[in-house]
């Protein structure tokens, strides 16, 4: 089965501008989960969609960060404005139904963000 | 609050040789674990799980261990080879919860 596909690989941008992330879940996946991966650090969630419904996003910085799923499969992710802490991997992961309880996530290879 | 972290940030192991990762977890509440591995440039990958009604539990040349008296899970792999140099997180939730993340620990393997 085809795996978790996650655009751009890389981006570099200066302070203050705004960038966005797209990810394509496994076919048939229903939740859908952003995280954040700080270097030397393991993935912190910043929002959980079933469908596209937003289940969890109560660590995402609503002020700057923004997820959206229109149609329950692809998702996009945006910064605007990024602060230089923003810098790390962007990795996007998906499961069947039932959640991280019943199923394990399915990551992709994520974006590397980089904020000067 | 929950954490979950590891007791080793770097493991170094002679190919061929077994190789054992620790991971300690604070919520007494968790029931089922994951172990992920993570290549440089890659995302995790699912290696393994365990839920809390079990105490072992074997895969291909892995095998996790749970002890929950003392909040200690634990990933053997067995013959080391070079592609298993990684960075392997642990992680941990339970019903309804979000899946938390270690800090993660990485396995380098000398040939």
């Known amino acids: 089965e085809a795996g978790v596909a996650q655009s751009p690989r890389y981006k570099i941008i200066e302070k203050r501008q705004s960038v966005a992330f797209w990810c394509n879940p496994i076919?048939?996946?229903?939740?859908l989960y952003w995280y954040q991966q700080i270097l030397g650090q393991g993935p912190k969630l910043l929002i959980q969609f079933q469908n596209n419904g937003v289940v969890d996003d109560s660590q995402l910085p609503k002020d700057r960060f923004s997820a959206e799923r229109l149609k329950g499969v692809d998702s996009t992710l945006k910064i605007q404005p990024a602060k230089l802490e923003d810098s790390a991997v962007y990795l996007c992961a998906s499961s069947q139904p039932l959640g991280v309880h019943n199923s394990p996530l399915h990551f992709g290879n994520g974006t590397r963000l980089t904020v000067t | 609050g929950e954490s979950v972290g590891l007791h080793l940030p770097t493991l170094s192991v002679q190919e061929g040789d077994n190789s054992i990762i620790n991971c300690a977890y604070s919520n007494s509440a968790s029931d089922y674990f994951i172990w992920y591995k993570q290549e440089s440039g890659k995302g995790p990958q699912f290696i393994i799980d365990i839920r809390s009604n079990m105490d072992k539990r074997q895969g291909q040349r892995v095998t996790v261990l749970l002890n929950k008296t003392v909040k200690h899970l634990s990933l053997q792999i067995a013959a080391t080879q070079p592609g298993d140099s990684a960075v392997y997180f642990c992680?941990?939730?339970?019903?309804?919860?979000?899946?938390?993340f270690g800090q993660g620990t990485e396995l380098s393997v000398k040939p």
């Open positions: 992680a941990e939730t339970n019903q309804g919860g979000k899946l938390i």
């Open positions: 076919s048939g996946h229903a939740t």
